[in-house]
C-alpha cells in the first residue's frame, strides 16, 4: 500500500522561510504533488515534481528526492495569508496514477 | 479557474436515507474523483472515474456508489446514510490520469451531516 507522513503543525513568523516535509512509501512512484488548503475551501494545486530536484514558483519551492522516498515544500517571505494546511500527495501507477494524500500540515503564520 | 460545481454545498440528513451529491464539470475532462475530508485523515479517495460508465472504488468505499453517465457529471451515493458519513466531500477532476503536472482542480465541497 501507500503511506505518507508529514508534521501535523508548523508555526513561523512573517517573512520567515519554512520547510514542510514530506516521506511516502508507495509501490509505483510516479510523482509527488502539493496543496494548499484554506480553511474550510477547496484544495488547490501548488506544484509538482516528477523528477529529482528543485521546482520554484514564486515563493514557493517544492523539492523530490526519489532515491530517499522524501520531499519537502518550501515558503519564502511569509506571508498572514499563507496560514493554511498543506498536503503532499503522491501519483502511484500501481493504482491508475490517483492522488493519495498525506494528512495535511497545518501552518500558521505568526506577526 | 476550472469550471467544477458541487450540489447541494450542505446537508444535513437522517440515518438511514439514501444521499446523492452531484459533481458537474465544463472542462471536459476526462477524471473525476470523489474524496472525504475527515479531521486527521486528511483527504481519502472514496471512488473515481476515467470515462463515461468507467468508474472504480477508492480507499474508503464502502457505503458508497458512483454513476457517470455524462462526461460532465460524476453522481456520489450513500445508499443508506450513517453517522460515519457524516463528512465534506470534495470533487476533483483531472485532465490526465498520470502524465500530467496540472493537478488536480476541486470543487467547493460538500458539508454532509448525518443525525
Known amino acids: 500500500g501507500q503511506s505518507l507522513e508529514q508534521p501535523s503543525e508548523v508555526t513561523a513568523v512573517e517573512g520567515a522561510i519554512v520547510q514542510i516535509n514530506c516521506t511516502y512509501q508507495t509501490s509505483g512512484f510516479y510523482g509527488l504533488s502539493w496543496y494548499q488548503q484554506h480553511d474550510g475551501g477547496a484544495p488547490t494545486f501548488l506544484s509538482y515534481n516528477a523528477l529529482d530536484g528543485l521546482e520554484e514558483t514564486g515563493r514557493f519551492s517544492s523539492f523530490l528526492s526519489r532515491s530517499d522516498s522524501y520531499g519537502y515544500l518550501l515558503l519564502q517571505e511569509l506571508q498572514m495569508k499563507d496560514s493554511a494546511s498543506y498536503f503532499c500527495?503522491?501519483?502511484?501507477?500501481?493504482?491508475?496514477?490517483?492522488?493519495?494524500f498525506g494528512q495535511g500540515t497545518e501552518l500558521s503564520v505568526k506577526p | 479557474d476550472a469550471g467544477i460545481t458541487q450540489s447541494p454545498r450542505h446537508k444535513v440528513t437522517e440515518t438511514g436515507t439514501p444521499v446523492t451529491l452531484r459533481c458537474h464539470q465544463t472542462?471536459?475532462?476526462?477524471?473525476m474523483y470523489w474524496y472525504r475530508q475527515d479531521p486527521g485523515h486528511g483527504l481519502r479517495l472514496i471512488h473515481y472515474?476515467?470515462?463515461?460508465?468507467?468508474?472504480d472504488k477508492g480507499e474508503v468505499s464502502d457505503g458508497y456508489s458512483v454513476s457517470r453517465s455524462k462526461t460532465e457529471d460524476f453522481l456520489l451515493t450513500l445508499e443508506s446514510a450513517t453517522s460515519s458519513q457524516t463528512s465534506v466531500y470534495f470533487c476533483a477532476i483531472s485532465e490526465s490520469g498520470l502524465r500530467t503536472n496540472y493537478g488536480y482542480t476541486f470543487g467547493s465541497g460538500t458539508r454532509l451531516t448525518v443525525v
Open positions: 500527495a503522491v501519483r502511484d501507477y500501481n493504482q491508475g496514477g490517483k492522488l493519495i
Open positions: 472542462e471536459n475532462h476526462r477524471y
Open positions: 472515474s476515467y470515462g463515461v460508465k468507467d468508474t
